[in-house]
């Protein structure tokens, strides 16, 4: 079992910036990828951000060169780092953890970016 707990959402105007941390726990030595989604009203749940134990991250087209991706393995926690928000980056943002023995969810924490 992974537990997940993301943290670092808030209101920001467009332009800013805000930097979303993702904690894990528990069997985190099976961990294969980590990743980032985000969900808007209405809208289905999309990947923002994908990467893999290797270090490879993959991002959105719509995110690329604005968000970026890293991990502290000492503090088993990953970070997403949102620069030149959007309106339409306005989201519920879900950390995940794909490993062996599942496909793990943290509770998300909502992101709102206002014009």
């Known amino acids: 079992q992974v537990q997940l707990a993301e943290s670092g959402g808030g209101l920001v105007q467009a332009g800013g910036s805000l930097r979303l941390a993702c904690a894990a726990s528990g069997s985190i030595f099976s961990i294969n990828a980590m990743n980032w989604y985000r969900q808007a009203p209405g809208k289905q749940r999309e990947l923002v951000a994908a990467s893999t134990s290797g270090g490879r991250t993959n991002y959105a087209d719509s995110v690329k060169g604005r968000f970026t991706f890293s991990r502290d393995n000492a503090k088993n926690t990953v970070y997403l780092q949102m620069n030149s928000l959007k309106p339409e980056d306005t989201a519920v943002y879900y950390c995940?953890?794909?490993?062996?023995?599942?496909?793990?969810w943290g509770q998300g924490t909502q992101v709102t970016v206002s014009s």
């Open positions: 995940n953890a794909d490993s062996p023995t599942g496909f793990y």
